[in-house]
């Protein structure tokens, strides 16, 4: 069997997001080669802080996604606000004001399910810590892509309902602590 390299990865999180990312997203290093797209479920009432949050912490370039935007390797994308973040086929961002997913829009499903489609083997998803089941069926899409879940250790996770949904949709899933996952992905 061929083993594909991994091409991008995809991390969905909710309550308690800002610490399980802090221990992951800082520790990559300045030549990372891998896009990562990530959704984190805040208010969609507020502008985000997420991306400048990030930026100051994080050796990797940093944005907010944008509609259209091309997917660049070395790069953090933070779903905006009130839209679903998807990967579309050409390797591009899309940006939907669809309605939300499990009460989420950004949803982590619909983050994870179009990449699958885009990345198929080469993709990585992590599902971290919160307080619902998003996420769950976008990483059993992408684990049915051939693509590698990941999922943080349940006890580890501040809201542990998300990993454990993620787990029993998903029991091809890899379990992990945070520090394991950081250094697994500098590793890839």
Sequence with gaps: ?????????????????IEALSVILPALPRDFRMPILVVVHIPSDKRSAI????????????????????ISAGKIYFA?????????????????????VLFSRPSIDVLFESAADAFGQALIAIVLTG????????????????GLALVQ??????????????????????IMSLGTLAEYLKEV
Excluded: W
Aim: glycine share 6%; with cysteine.
């Design 131 to 146: 307080a619902n089941h998003d996420g769950a069926r976008g990483l059993r899409a992408v684990a049915e892509a051939g």
């Design 80 to 100: 905006p606000p009130d839209y679903h973040l998807l990967v579309e086929i050409g390797k591009t961002i899309s940006l939907s004001s669809d309605e939300p």
């Design 1 to 17: 069997m061929i083993s594909i390299e991994p091409e991008a990865i995809v991390i969905g999180a909710s309550a308690g997001a």
């Design 153 to 174: 250790d349940p006890s580890t996770a501040f809201a542990s309902t998300m990993p454990e949904a993620a787990i029993q949709m998903c029991p091809s899933a890899q």
């Design 51 to 70: 991306a400048d949050l990030f930026r100051a912490k994080c050796q990797l370039f940093v944005d907010e996604a944008e509609d259209k935007e091309p």
